[in-house]
Structures are given as C-alpha cells and as structure tokens.
C-alpha cells in the first residue's frame, strides 16, 4: 500500500484505512464494475443507516449471538444505537415499507455497505483483517419455489466475476448449523439441502464444514485460490428462513394469505478492502490494466516534446483512460524504472520524432520491447485494456 501510494494505516484508526487518490480510484473501480454486473443481474441498489437503536439488533438476534463484535454508542441517556455489523435488517426494513406482492419477488436488494466489527487489535492485519469495510452486500427475498432457482443464479454470478479477476480456481464449502443458532432444525434440514442441489445441479464440487453456518442459515463459501496456492475466503451465500420472521417480513401470496419470505444474503468481493488486498497479493502489485490506477504514463525524452506529450495525455483522458504525463527533465531509462516501480502497466515514450510524426512508441510494465504505433491507434489499444475481460 505504501510503496505504491494506495492507502496507509495510523494508530489512531485501528483496523480502519486511509486510502488515498491512486487506491481510491482502484476501490471506486471495483464498485464500479460490480454496479454494472449487479444492475444486469436484476438487483436494486439501496443506501440504509449506519447506526440504529439497539432494539432492532435484538429483534434481529445479532445483539445477543453477534454482540460482543458491535460497536455502540451512548450518546442519549434513553437510547443506544449500534454501527451496522451487516446490512441485513437495513434491507428488510426497506422490504417491510408498503404491502408486498408474491409479483414482486425475488426482489434483490444491493448495498455498498459499510459496516464496523469489533476484532482484537492482535488479529487486525493490513486489508485482509480490519474493522470497519464495505461489504458488496445483497438481500434477495423469493419464495420457497425461487430458493434454488436463485442459488444457482447468484453461484453463477459469483463465478463469473471472480473470472474477469483472473481467479478460475475456486473452492466451495458448504458451511451448516452451528451450535449457537436460532430457527428449528427442520428449517435447517431444508436450508441445508437447498444449497447441497443448486451445487449438484451445477455439477459443482464443494466440501462441507459441519457446524460453520452463520446464526440465522446455512452457507456457501467461495475461496479463491491465488497464484502461488494460497487460499482466501471472499463470496458467501447465506440462506436463511430465521431474520425475515423476526422482523416481520411478509408478501400477499397468490392465494391472498400472508407468507413470511425467505432471504438470501450473498456478497461476492465480501470485503471490498479484502478482495483488494487479495488483488495485491494475487499480482504482485501489478494490477491490470482495466484495474490499475495508472494506467499509462506519457513520458518525454526531451523538452521539445513536452507540448505534444501533454496533448496525447489529454486525448487519452479524453477517452476515458487513466492516463498521466512525466515531463521531468530526467533521462528516459530512470523515468522507465520509476513507472515500473510503480507497476504502471503501459508506457508511452515520446521524442521529437513521435512528435512530429504523430506516434507514440508503448512499452509494456515488465518488458523492454516497445511498439511504435500512431497516437489514434495506441489509443484504440488503450481504450480495449480498460474494460474488464468479460465487457470487452
Ligand atoms: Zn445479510
């Protein structure tokens, strides 16, 4: 984070990060992108508090089996209000305003939450472990009918995405009842089973892990596994027949009566902090093209170039890619070393000649090859590397 100027951690924060301009282009690039998969896939994106009465969380049962990781404060004497640790109860109130119809469902609702969990200082680390993070965090409410159909489509998703990341090994676990747990064991019976056919269906191998499910369902669990073999949690999928009840969400079936919906909770990134520190770790640093904060640097071998470099960097901007100039009066093969350093995956060298010709000579982060192409054509090229594999 440091050596490529993304973000930094201070004592005064504890778990918490400072991102700065370069890693917060990158965090806005995956929300970005995730917007756009979301809003293809049929959710809804929704915006719900960040601190509610603690009454709530004790309807919901976070407070009593998810409590000794909340943060609250005691602002009021009469009342104490709790920093979200999940986005849940936010989405079913926003669910719970007005009569819903069985026509309606399955409704998907998205939020880009934040939310707070206390971790002791000695587990915080780096991005992969702090204490307050942005979840990628969805609720779909459906029907008994829908639940598999949905499971199949979010696992679908979720594979999809971690794809255009460059992850195509992924484990599944199936995670089910713990010990301390809320709802009956025949909804759990049925839960459990839910999630064992969608995989099944899918042909999808997966590992179950006995008594790992959250409080309120069963779960999925997707790990990725980087380039070097190691394994990391991201994606859930959480069913669950228990929170809707306690808050009491309800839709007018077809048959007119009242039904209690069932809710799936799912995050694909999980943690937007984490994936990214994920991302990190997975390239070295050398984020692609389509991700990097940078993604070019219009850099000049001498001065006469300068007024030239600084109209390409312009029109590469103009055209949508993160571009930036190095005009330093520096010899070319330090500013070379220095882009790489800082894992900008394209360079654009310009001379005299490129200038009056109108070219540009592009070199890749890691190669000493370098292509000599006309401005419009390298912009063409450029332009393509923005976009994620699956959009191109
Ligand atoms: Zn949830």
């Known amino acids: 984070g440091r050596q490529l100027d993304l973000f930094h951690f201070q004592e005064e924060a504890p778990g918490s990060v400072f991102w700065h301009p370069k890693g917060w282009t990158v965090f806005q690039g995956l929300i970005d992108y995730m917007r756009r998969q979301q809003r293809r896939a049929g959710y809804q994106e929704v915006n719900t508090p960040d601190m509610m009465d603690l009454s709530l969380w004790k309807r919901s049962g976070h407070w009593e089996n998810y409590g000794e990781n909340m943060f609250t404060t005691e602002r009021d004497e009469d009342r104490i209000l709790a920093l ?8 079913v109130a926003v669910f719970n305003q007005g009569l ?19 971790e002791p200082s000695g587990a915080l680390h780096g991005l992969l472990r702090v204490r307050s993070f942005t979840q990628d965090d969805a609720h779909v409410f459906c029907t008994r009918e829908q639940m598999h159909a949905e499971c199949i489509h979010i696992t679908q998703l979720t594979l999809a995405i971690y794809k255009d990341f460059g992850f195509d090994n992924i484990v599944i676990k199936l995670s089910t ?3 301390k747990r809320i709802g009956a064991d025949e909804l759990w019976d049925q839960a459990e089973s839910a999630l064992a056919n969608a995989l099944g269906d899918l042909g999808l191998e997966y590992t179950v892990f006995e008594g790992e499910g959250a409080f309120y369902g069963p779960k999925l669990e997707f790990v990725l596994r ?37 809710m799936i909770h799912r995050a694909m990134f999980g943690s937007l902090e984490r994936f990214f520190g994920i991302l990190i770790e997975h390239h070295a640093g050398a984020l692609p093209s389509w991700l990097a904060p940078v993604q070019v640097q219009v850099a000049t071998i001498v001065s006469d170039a300068d007024d ?8 590469m901007q103009a055209a949508g890619i993160r571009a930036e100039t190095d005009l330093r009066n520096e010899k070319i ?20 000649r490129e200038a009056e010709e109108g070219t540009v000579a592009l070199r890749r982060l890691g190669s000493k090859d370098q292509q000599v192409l006309s401005l419009d ?16």
């Open 84 to 91: 979200k640790p999940m986005n849940c109860p936010g989405h």
């Open 100 to 118: 819903r119809s069985y026509r309606e469902l399955p409704l998907r609702l998205a939020e880009f939450g934040k939310v707070h969990r206390f």
């Open 177 to 179: 009842r713990p010990e």
């Open 226 to 262: 980087d380039a070097i073999g190691r394994d990391w949690q991201c994606g859930t999928l959480q069913l669950d027949f228990n929170l809707p009840g306690r808050l009491d969400a309800e839709y007018v079936g077809e048959d007119s009566a009242k039904h209690t919906p069932i």
């Open 308 to 315: 030239y470099a600084r109209d390409a960097c312009a029109r």
């Open 333 to 352: 093969n330090l500013k070379v070393r220095e882009s790489s350093l800082a894992k900008v995956p394209a360079m654009a060298v310009v001379g005299r």
């Open 377 to 392: 054509d390298a912009i063409e090229i450029l332009k393509q590397e923005s976009l994620p594999p699956s959009e191109t």
